[in-house]
């Protein structure tokens, strides 16, 4: 018995050949996301792409499981740490199955952890070997070095309480990561500098009332997660100064014209720039005896200041402190720049 020949679709057969293959390949991987919540689209279109383009297509039941199960770990991980990741983990389903196998796991590291590892592992000096120019600026002001004790808020390994002590200023160095207090602690020089660990935003640091004439607080703010953190500081700052003594603090701030939404403050968090507007830095002071005397770029005036040999601090200062870190633009300055801060106790 003849059969009538069957006119052929080569791109059909191509597809079909395709599909018999498709079981074939193997390929897994692993994809890293930073928590960041305001992604969550973002993320989400990433992930179904990337597995369509390896042949496996999310229906739009598993585009839903898929957004059930990513969505509160980006919020958990980012409100644990804005360090904090998700790792995406994929493979391919065990033959016959023609799907996708993953797994979205979270990971916190903390700010401390990292501090602790770079004190551990990396060569110094890890953020500049020379003090903040503004630093020794205010501290020339202050007459008798041996009359004039100065708290160093979040001191790291001493960029700058190591030179003040040298130059007679009894120093309180207040550092959280345990790496960096021992190598305060094991200087070896005999300065008048007394290493303490500690977060000034805990109330069981204990700091002497109305005692230092200067306190520093020198790319600390950055990381900090609430306008809440910064008005503790300012609160705390305020007692243990004395009458007429000065704040010395650098903190990221938001032009008066941008209005950040909150993709901005995630990314300023999770690339240690955590910024304020000038309403918040504003609100932090209020009924507080602190008057502003100054506020500088602290890029324009580091790099005015500081020796040629030590400009820049680090190789990543320049971008960060200008606010590339959190926008990456080539034509414009980003809306957020550091800046130092001067303020003096008034009572």
């Not at 059909?12 to 390949?25: F, H, N």
């Not at 990396?122 to 120019?133: I, N, S």
């Not at 660990?197 to 609430?226: C, D, K, W």
């Not at 770029?297 to 820049?312: G, K, N, R, T, Y």
């Amino acid at each position: 018995m003849s059969e009538t020949p069957i006119a052929l679709d080569s791109a059909v057969l191509y597809q079909a050949l395709l599909s018999r293959v498709e079981r074939k390949i193997r390929t897994h991987g692993e994809l890293v996301l930073p928590c960041a919540p305001a992604l969550l689209e973002e993320y989400m279109t990433r992930i179904t792409g990337m597995c369509s383009l390896m042949g496996k297509k999310f229906s739009a039941t598993e585009e839903v499981h898929l957004r059930d199960i990513l969505e509160p770990r980006l919020k958990k991980g980012f409100a644990d740490s804005p360090h904090s990741v998700i790792r995406f983990s994929w493979k391919p389903e065990d033959p016959p199955g023609t799907g996708i196998d993953y797994t979205l796991a979270l990971e916190t590291s903390g700010m401390t952890d990292q501090y602790e590892s770079w004190a551990q592992n990396k060569t110094p000096p890890l953020f500049g070997a020379h003090a903040d120019a503004k630093v020794l600026a205010v501290a020339r002001t202050l007459g008798d070095p041996s009359l004039a004790p100065i708290l160093d808020i979040g001191a790291g390994p001493g960029r700058n309480s190591i030179p003040l002590a040298r130059a007679g200023f009894p120093v309180t160095a207040l550092e959280m990561t345990a790496g960096f207090v021992n190598q305060l602690t094991n200087s070896g020089e005999g300065l008048p500098l007394d290493a303490v660990q500690g977060n000034i935003l805990h109330e069981t640091v204990e700091l002497p009332t109305s005692h230092y004439a200067m306190v520093i607080v020198s790319e600390v703010t950055s990381h900090f997660r609430t306008a809440e953190d910064l008005r503790t500081l300012y609160r705390r700052v305020s007692q243990c100064l004395r009458p007429g003594g000065l704040l010395v603090v650098n903190l990221f701030l938001a032009a008066a014209e941008y209005a950040p939404g909150p993709l901005t403050r995630q990314v300023g968090e999770l690339t240690w720039s955590n910024f304020f507007t000038g309403g918040e830095v504003r609100a932090a002071v209020v009924g507080l005896p602190l008057e502003v005397l100054s506020s500088e770029s602290v890029h324009d005036f580091e790099q005015a200041h500081l020796p040629i040999e030590a400009w820049p601090p680090t190789g990543w200062f320049r971008g960060w402190s200008q606010g590339y870190d959190i926008f990456h633009l080539e034509d414009q300055a980003p809306p957020v720049h550091l800046r130092w801060l001067v303020y003096r106790r008034t009572e």
